[in-house]
């Protein structure tokens, strides 16, 4: 008898205790990574470190969240690095070489951007190529032409740039550092446009059920075109940040995003209720993988050894990541079943 | 009469022409490949001396070697290649494999074989992990073999400190220089695995089983089979074909070098799909990562005999990569029609 009055109600506070465990273990695992780099070195909690790591974080968060539509619709899109090198040299280029002002070299860039998307929207919506082997195609490419063009890799300076190109990073508006406002922005446009919006619904629903979707009334193919030449044109803002930043292109520097875009997408993926790709969540990743890289920096360890961390820890988030959101229903309907046996 | 007759004549014609439409895109990819080589022949026609030729062989058994295991996990995990089968870490496999081999023969002193055994150790772990991943964890192939292709690729830099290890091994430049029967050992390799893997493929019953869990999953279910345990067991297999290559990795180049991942990865996915237009139903076989691979190598080398620009090669590359999928799509839509 005794039992049977107390037996329920304590399952359910273990009940909510673990699936709030479960269901937040990427965040406590995030949390448990900055006590630690706060511990092992001294500047890490430091506003300077902290402002730093948000300023790093742009460009990644700018390919993350070209990858969370391409990857809500159900797609891959392997060729976003090369659509932000293309930003980053047509936005250079234009100004040095052709000596544009520095607004029109923006729009240049975004254009030469968007035709990877185009390229890719072609192969993938006109002909039916899959995702990944004609990003993968794009993707090459857009690496020789790259190589070509610049005589087989060289950078490209551009010290003199104007005051104008370079303050998009560098300057700052109400106390705080343009490229902040930026990425802010973009998140703020993604979220509405995927989160808010019937287009977003109409977007995820194409990952979900794409033949539904269709069925649906839905006109699929301008969507999955406009995700493709949304993604390259997004990927392309990352190449002119990343250009005005340094005041130089580098040939083939996008390739470096990909792995950290993909990743995030999948840990904030992982954060929500059904799986699917967000804005948030994916802000969530990105801020994860910086933070980890600039703390793996600031304790000093070997560029090879961070290599080999970064990929390794990189693994066991995402496992965990979908780990966790796989697990999360079982873990519920767990405690289900045995909150209804010590009711019976 | 006469205008039936007249009738049955153009549909006659038309569905020749059909037909003729049909083996083009069929054959599309091939026949391009092959107006490629006859013309890069052409140009420089020492591609069909006897010495070129044999080198294109020995560079194209790495690739092929790599390829047959990437062919038996898209054979086990389905063509689809969003969520079905595939394994980009092959490559990083061999070049990890080809850095603990160049290791253990110069600075341990370990017998060849020993040395190959910790390649294989190596290899097969990454492979382990891939099939973990995949079947216990439930990532897509495609997302966790690039996550594992980007750590194996920081570890390899750890293992070498991303320098370049020379090997003057008597058995590595036995490899490197010899022949038997006529044959360059390299060559003999890739023939022994070709033999080996596609007999285990297409001809025993574990093969059939790994076909049918890759070609409709629910009657693989239905029929008993248990899905995981094969397609794990190709994902040890591509790290197994990944180990054997990097014999060949370590012979060719005498050693490792920083970076041989890359150009390979290229190579593998290359032969691989440009391979599945050489069956008859357009699907990834062993048979045809093989004709692939050797393919793409005399392509590179007829490239470089033409004195193409190194910056170009990526180009064609990818360009023939977009043809090959491109006549595969198309023709997959026709048939549907």
Do not use: C
């Not at chain 1, 544009?100 to 192969?123: E, M």
């Not at chain 1, 551009?158 to 922005?185: D, K």
């Amino acid at each position: 008898m005794m039992s049977l009055e107390v037996g329920p109600p304590r399952a359910s506070l273990l009940a909510k205790a673990s699936i709030w465990l479960v269901k937040y273990a990427f965040l406590l695992l995030f949390g448990a990574m900055v006590i630690y780099f706060t511990s092992q070195t001294e500047v890490f909690l430091t506003s300077s470190n902290v402002l730093n790591i948000l300023r790093g974080s742009v460009i990644v968060l700018i390919i993350a969240l070209a990858l969370t539509v391409v990857i809500s619709s159900g797609g891959i899109d392997l060729s976003v690095g090369v659509a932000l090198d293309f930003g980053a040299w047509f936005a250079i280029v234009s100004m040095a070489s052709w000596g544009l002002p520095w607004p029109l070299a923006l729009v240049v860039a975004v254009f030469a951007g968007s035709l990877i998307g185009a390229l890719n929207a072609l192969l993938i919506v006109g002909l039916g190529v899959t995702p990944f082997l004609a990003t993968l195609g794009t993707f090459f490419i857009g690496r020789s032409i790259q190589q070509i063009g610049t005589g087989g890799g060289a950078n490209i300076n551009y010290r003199q740039a104007p005051e104008g190109f370079v303050a998009l990073t560098q300057g700052s508006f109400f106390g705080m550092s343009m490229i902040l406002w930026i990425g802010i922005a973009l998140i703020v446009v993604y979220f509405v446009v995927l989160e808010l919006s019937t287009h977003g619904r109409r977007i995820s629903s194409l990952g979900m059920q794409q033949t539904a979707a269709r069925v649906a009334g839905i006109n699929t193919e301008r969507y999955r075109i406009w995700v493709y030449v949304g993604s390259a044109a997004t990927a392309a803002i990352g190449g002119i940040l990343l250009s005005s930043g340094l005041r130089i292109y580098t040939p083939l520097a996008g390739f470096s995003y990909l792995l950290d875009g993909i990743a995030a997408v999948f840990i904030g993926a992982s954060m929500h209720r059904d799986g699917r790709p967000n804005v948030p969540g994916t802000l969530v990743g990105v801020l994860f993988l910086v933070t980890l890289g600039t703390g793996l920096d600031l304790l000093g360890i070997d560029f090879n050894v961070k290599a080999a961390l970064k990929g390794v820890i990189l693994v066991i988030a995402i496992a965990l990541a979908l780990l966790v959101s796989q697990r999360l229903p079982r873990v519920e309907a767990w405690f289900d079943r045995l909150g209804k046996k010590s009711r019976a | 009469m006469r205008r039936m007759k007249i009738s049955v004549g153009r549909l006659q014609d038309r569905l020749k022409g059909d037909r003729l439409l049909g083996v083009l895109v069929r054959r599309g990819p091939l026949i391009l490949f092959g107006l490629l080589l006859v013309g890069l022949a052409w140009r420089a026609p020492n591609l069909l001396s006897p010495s070129s030729i044999e080198s294109s062989l020995i560079q194209a058994s790495p690739i092929a070697i790599v390829a047959f295991g990437l062919a038996l996990v898209v054979i086990g995990g389905g063509d689809d290649v969003v969520v079905g089968g595939i394994d980009l870490s092959i490559p990083a496999s061999a070049a990890l494999a080809t850095a603990i081999i160049s290791d253990q023969l110069t600075n341990q002193q370990a017998t060849f074989l020993q040395a190959f055994l910790f390649g294989v150790a190596g290899a097969v772990l990454v492979g382990a992990v891939n099939a973990l991943l995949v079947t216990v964890v439930g990532l897509t192939p495609i997302l966790a073999t690039l996550a594992t292709y980007a750590s194996v690729g920081g570890i390899i830099k750890v293992l070498t400190t991303n320098r370049r290890i020379n090997v003057e091994h008597p058995t590595v430049v036995w490899i490197r220089d010899e022949s038997l029967l006529g044959i360059p050992i390299p060559v003999v390799l890739m023939l022994l695995t070709f033999a080996a893997l596609a007999l285990l493929i297409h001809r025993t019953s574990y093969g059939a089983k790994v076909q049918t869990v890759g070609g409709n999953l629910d009657a693989a279910v239905s029929a008993g089979i248990r899905p995981k345990g094969y397609v794990a067991s190709t994902f040890i297999l591509a790290g197994l074909a990944a180990a054997i290559a990097a014999v060949v990795l370590v012979a060719r180049g005498s050693g490792m070098s920083p970076g041989i991942e890359e150009r390979l990865l290229v190579d593998m996915v290359l032969a691989t799909f440009v391979g599945a237009a050489f069956s008859a139903r357009n699907v990834v076989t062993v048979p045809g990562a093989m004709m692939g691979a050797v393919l793409v190598a005399f392509m590179s080398n007829g490239l470089i005999l033409n004195r193409v620009d190194n910056s170009w090669v990526d180009g064609w590359k990818g360009a023939l990569i977009l043809i090959v999928v491109t006549a595969a799509a198309l023709q997959t839509r026709r048939s549907r029609q």
